[in-house]
């Protein structure tokens, strides 16, 4: 059966109609892939791409500048990742920028985030290598959380068994919840406390009330601040140094002095080492008091004898007269 002139023309506008949906769909597809603009390669290396694919997207700084090109492994511990990136976004990433494998949500698809780096940088160029920063992977939070789970699980079990002898009145805590006589006891500590606390700013009062006044010139320390009296302390610190020097030559010939007479040179250790010469001024000494008593004798003998006791008389007189002459003066 013939097809007519209606159905081919209906038929060739239906392969004309999706002739131009795969073409609108192979375009928006490919510009949001960045297919057909104007892109340039980069590069980064990571050891680990967490399931990155071939044409995943990149973001900078959450805007979609790129896609994923090739994923080639190195070794087993550097995988190099191409990316296609928009010419026109070049003049913004600076070479201090890092990578980043993240997620497109909580379950979405691997993507690059490339974040900008600190402080000032000159911008890629096509083929250079961004930094990179692994990302925390999913079996490390899950072996964290589990060592967390575990550690909180024996501080629970620690807990428990504290508040437990705290209730029984066991242990010092359990001790000041239960016994009164010690909380009595912790509430005088408590209030000496203050007391002291208050004795002890009034005592900081006074210091300071003490240090404020030295300041005043009619204190001591007010005095020694003048300078002409700080001048004559200084000269009595001088003489008083002059003094020093002079008392200790005269204790030095003191000491010469001594050390001569222990060495047995000098008057005076002659005197105070040999006896014979001690004895000999002894008789001496006492020769001289019996002539002097003889003589005393002698001069009363010839008072009284007759050649001379005129003469004696005389000299009385005279000696008599001049008493009672200075007794009338005064």
Do not use: C, W
Request: avoid cysteine; glycine fraction near 8%; hydrophobic fraction near 40%.
């Amino acid at each position: 059966m013939e097809k007519t002139a209606s159905q081919k023309i209906s038929l060739g506008f239906f392969v004309i109609s999706g002739l131009l949906i795969f073409i609108l769909a192979v375009y928006f597809v490919g510009d949001k892939q960045k297919m057909f603009g104007n892109t340039n390669s980069l590069e980064a290396v990571f050891n680990n791409v967490n399931g990155l694919q071939l044409g995943n997207n990149v973001r900078y700084s959450g805007i979609s500048v790129g896609t994923v090109r090739g994923i080639r492994m190195i070794n087993d511990t550097t995988i190099r990742v191409y990316m296609d990136i928009d010419k026109s976004i070049f003049p913004y990433i600076k070479k201090n920028a890092i990578a980043i494998i993240g997620s497109d949500g909580l379950v979405g698809n691997m993507i690059i985030n490339i974040f900008p780096g600190n402080g000032d940088a000159p911008s890629v160029k096509p083929g250079d290598v961004i930094l990179t920063q692994n990302r925390v992977r999913t079996d490390d939070l899950l072996n964290t959380l589990s060592v967390t789970n575990k550690n909180a699980a024996n501080l629970t079990a620690n807990l428990l068994k504290i508040t437990d002898k705290m209730i029984d009145g066991k242990g010092t805590l359990g001790s000041l919840l239960n016994d009164t006589i010690i909380s009595k006891d912790l509430g005088e500590t408590m209030r000496y406390l203050k007391l002291t606390s208050k004795e002890a700013n009034e005592t900081l009062k006074n210091l300071n009330t003490l240090v404020i006044s030295l300041d005043n010139k009619n204190n001591v320390v007010g005095v020694i601040k003048d300078t002409a009296v700080a001048n004559k302390i200084k000269k009595m610190v001088t003489n008083l140094e002059k003094s020093t020097i002079e008392i200790n030559k005269v204790i030095a010939n003191l000491n010469a002095t001594i050390l001569n007479i222990k060495d047995g040179k000098g008057t005076i250790n002659y005197l105070s080492n040999d006896p014979e010469l001690v004895r000999k001024i002894d008789s001496t000494m006492t020769n001289i008091n019996e002539a002097s008593y003889r003589l005393n004798e002698n001069m009363e003998a010839m008072k009284h004898n007759f050649l001379f006791r005129g003469y004696f008389k005389k000299k009385e007189k005279e000696k008599t007269k001049a008493a009672n002459g200075e007794e009338n003066q005064k």
